[in-house]
């Protein structure tokens, strides 16, 4: 069995350490602890590799935040992956940091990646590892909040954290979602 596991984030190194990054942020955990690097390649960075009997392929897009949908279609046409073997990895304002909690199914939530991969896709019917990264902003500071840098006393916490959210990826592919749901959801 074929997994698509999608990190979302915004390429480039103004982005690189910021909240709406933890979907790179978590993709990069995993590649390096399964010992495997990306390469660039349409659409994004891919890495490959092999868990137990199944082949997962990890997505950094390249398309921006608000154009995630291109990619997933590609990469989803291009290694025929079914639509309940993609997992899309998004940070969530709704959430408090560190939290992970995953879904089946769901809106957008006002999340633009989210929303292009629904337009593109034809369904909001996917999976997602939501990551919350908070909501400790003043009215009308949305936007410097996701786009700034986590603080310095936030990271150890961030650490262990994404070490979770790894654990949960391995998880939904190798014992499913309702499983990785029940085991997951309230750590």
């Known amino acids: 069995m074929k997994y698509l596991i999608v990190g979302l984030g915004n390429i480039g ?3 690189r350490d910021t909240r709406h990054n933890i979907g790179f942020m978590i993709l990069d955990a995993f590649a390096e602890a399964s010992n ?3 390469t660039t390649q349409r659409y994004g960075d891919v890495a490959e590799m092999r868990l137990k009997n199944k082949q997962l392929v ?10 995630s949908g291109n990619a997933v279609r590609y990469w989803m046409d291009k290694e025929k992956i079914e639509l309940e073997n993609l997992l899309i ?5 709704a ?10 199914k769901g809106s957008d939530a006002g999340h633009n990646g989210l ?14 590892l939501r990551f919350g990264i908070g909501n400790d902003f003043p009215k009308g500071g949305q936007v ?22 790894v654990d949960a990826i391995k998880s939904f592919c190798l014992a499913g979602l309702d499983i990785t749901m029940n085991q997951y959801n309230n750590k």
């Open 13 to 15: 190194p103004e982005y």
């Open 36 to 38: 495997i690097t990306f």
């Open 58 to 67: 990890l997505l950094k897009p390249s398309t921006y935040m608000n154009l």
């Open 89 to 93: 990895v998004v940070d969530d304002l």
């Open 95 to 104: 959430l408090p940091l560190g939290a992970v909690r995953l879904k089946g």
């Open 115 to 128: 929303k292009s991969i629904a337009a593109m896709i034809g369904t909001q019917a996917y999976s997602r």
């Open 144 to 165: 410097d909040f996701v786009l700034g840098e986590f603080p310095d006393e936030d990271k150890p916490l961030l650490k262990e954290r994404i070490a979770l959210a």
